[in-house]
């Protein structure tokens, strides 16, 4: 049993935190608007009225906060994390943050004798509720080794992206980025289908039934010959808020991504057209806008 | 039983001539180097002394020649399939071909009072001796159930692509494209995990456990994180040639795919660094070039 | 005084070609439509009624023609300058074509014990009545230094670009390369200044009393600043035949041109939009387009 | 004359505060390590010990400082530009900065009562010295009216940009974009040249001689032709630098800029590389790598 603080419930984060009582771990939540963690409560969580108070005693506080902004915010403002984790405790980073985020806040735990250990996870909220997630986990290994029993409550898989947080974090945005990639690039083959005439549901049924039967081609491939990207899963917005995570990370590292150049490119685009809070497969309605195929 | 001549007994075509003789079909072949033929023949196939004599009689002759050049010349030259299929046969293109040519030859078939189906074929020649090809067939109504037979005996899954030939030849195009960008993004995704420090195989393992549990991420996933660019399957310079048929067919149609134009440079790349034999996935080992990752 | 023939009398060739009589040479012209070559003949030239007889007894004979198909035809179709040309006469190629086809034209003529020099000119008609064009040529230095009266006569600059043809081919194509791209830039600066309400006119300032006090920027910085795309000078359809003549250049000798991929997308996304017959600064309406400024 | 404060005594600042002086206005200067203010102190200024009594009485302040980070603190910090401008003044913000930071600033002055003006400057130092700068000015009519003599002590020519400061940014930030895409695109068309063995003086030549006979290409197309990126104008991490800024102001303003990306990722693959503290020109360098023609 660990003594667990989590810090920020909202979808997915109260289906992890869910995941992480169920485990039988002993949790303390904390949430700006308190009347979120309610059901949590009833589950059998304390709830703590500040971060500082949810970071009392805990071996481990979880963070899953929607932007880099609200991360630091968490970590760094008088009163966070840094400022009222015990010594030797744990800050396991569990959003989509990006490497120059993460690598500051590792250095601020570091410098206050805490440890991050980033945890970044794959799936959406229903895959969390059912305890489905895989876990990239990264950081010193017995940081990240104490926390297993929370990552096994959490996910089917943990996969051990290496003893530096950051580490994680870059496997995580290069596989939104294969995401946002694949998504662009189905977009583009699905305009010279329809330029030549083909129905889309062809270019479909080739695509699932041989090579690229994954879920990534499932979805999206069906998104995009429907034009159903009314349908929102992911909003472009949020999808430009990631290709820029993942152009940050690669700026950092110094390594040049021109797919992603291209992915973002048809992102803007797709804003600047008004679909920013369409579905993401949006770029594959502004790759057909950029050949003269709209509607 | 259909009358068939095939024209191009390459490995691909050897195994789909194999198949259509295994379907029953009277089968006449011929083959510039005629020593590939011998197996066929010993299996019942009879051999035609010149393309002309191939077309002598039959329904459908079937063409599997290397490149757009070949094919041209299989079909203008003097006593190619022009000047010698009977009035009303079917000239079936298997091949992977640029659009203007497919476009041009059905014309040409057109005038000559024939008929052009395009029936290209996803897989490779183990798939396709095991009868496990799909086959991406466009053409005349008419003519494409009539060699429905054909395709039968060929794939196991035939997918209509419409009544204008060269509209498989777009799908066929759309898919090899598709391939090739996954493994250009795949490669610039294997990148940025190498530059923060992570084992390439944990973002192998992340990748065909989720999303792209798919051949396409599998096998080039694979080949990447072993950079085993020596064991080839398809070769860059074939890539190469690929890009610039879907690059010339997005052209014809006024499509712009800017990330076809990112692959392709990594190619063009890969090329002039020596890598032009090894396989096409080697446009990851030209990415991690361009980001000073070299071994 | 050299014995001159003179294929393809259009506004170009026609300048060009009163230019090589005004210099006292001896001008045999030929022309498709005959009617272009009389004023010509009335200041002083002799007409020849096919490409044979054009090459008759000619030292030089140069060409003007529209594309690489034609410039082919007039070279290697029976009765062309390969069939016709005297043993050691030279080939003068002044268009604007595409290096694979330098390449295996220049074999042609070697092949019959003829030479060519690619010669393409910069400046347009106007330019060339006015005897001030820029010549590259490029050839067999013998060769070169044989046609420089001729050169003389012509331009107001000879520039040698080496002794293999196609390097002046390499030379021209790289020209019209940084032209097309100062467009595309110029296209996107202008979408950034009208993103934040600055009048175009404001950047057109900027640029050309600056660093961009040149005449690329001052002509088509003011086009776009005005958006005067119907007041065509080349048009985006011919623009388009640059670019591929350019990337085909790229391919051939494997050097990525990341710039000239992005300036290709404006231009089929132009044509896409019905732009083809605009002026090729239309790829900055296009590129407004691309970010949701359209008018 | 004018009570001006002016913030920043490096290089550039130093060369402007000069101008200001020699203007006939009443400067009082600031330096983080005063010993840079002597000079301009000997020739007649004020020198504050804070920024806040740089501040004290005046009706401008001036600010040339490095870079986003260091003129948010200059302003926002306690004692800064903020607290301590007098109701009314201006801010007249001269660096090269990003749109966003811009944006955050005028909006805080204009909460603290007072003005701010973007006037970012043309030109090197020694350009600055002469008063030959050109000047870019954005802000409230009244504000920029009032700052005139300032400018036309600066520099030989001021554009008005309107009445948004964020527009002379974004003017700046295109002029920027201009230039660093002209160094690409040159980059690429030498690699061109180089490809088919031709000199690149030859294209040198060619370009300064016609349509791009300006400052911009003939001082890069000089330094790319003579490889002499070891004489260091301006970084390529600079460079990479100023290409984030203008790729942020795109995204804010949905501009996909596809040139910007092209040359962003050869700065990335320059740096890469090891070319960092090398003359930005380097991205022809890398181009030359990518292309496998590396000395």
């Not at 985020?101 to 509720?129: I, M, S």
């Amino acid at each position: 049993m660990i003594k667990v603080g989590f810090v920020g419930i909202g979808r997915m984060g109260s289906a992890i935190a869910s995941r992480v009582l169920g485990g039988g771990h002993e949790l303390l939540v904390y949430n700006r608007t308190p009347e979120k963690t309610a059901e949590l409560a009833a589950a059998g969580a304390s709830v703590a009225p500040s971060i500082a108070e949810a970071c009392s005693g805990r071996e481990v506080v979880m963070t899953m906060v929607a932007d880099d902004g609200a991360l630091r915010a968490v970590v760094l403002d008088e009163g966070g994390l840094r400022d009222s984790l015990p010594p030797g405790a744990i800050h396991v980073v569990m959003g989509t943050h990006g490497v120059a985020t993460v690598r500051e806040l590792a250095a601020a735990h570091a410098q206050a004798g805490q440890v991050l250990v980033a945890a970044p996870v794959l799936g959406r909220p229903d895959v969390a509720a059912a305890g489905k997630l895989g876990v990239v986990a990264a950081g010193p290994p017995d940081a990240v080794e104490f926390c297993r029993p929370l990552f096994d409550a959490i996910g089917r898989r943990t996969f051990d992206a290496g003893p530096v947080a950051e580490g994680a974090t870059a496997i995580k945005l290069a596989n939104n980025f294969l995401l946002g990639c694949a998504i662009e690039v189905m977009g583009e083959a699905y305009s010279l289908a329809r330029a030549y005439h083909v129905e889309p549901a062809v270019l479909y049924d080739v695509m699932v039934d041989g090579l690229f039967a994954a879920p990534a081609y499932n979805v999206y491939g069906k998104i995009i010959a429907e034009e159903d990207y009314d349908n929102v899963g992911f909003t472009t917005t949020l999808g430009l808020k990631d290709a820029n995570l993942i152009l940050g990370a690669a700026d950092l590292a110094r390594v040049p991504l021109p797919s992603a150049n291209a992915w973002k490119d048809r992102l803007l685009g797709a804003i600047a057209h008004g679909d920013g809070e369409k579905d993401w497969a949006a770029v594959a309605l502004e790759q057909a806008r950029a050949s003269g195929l709209e509607p």
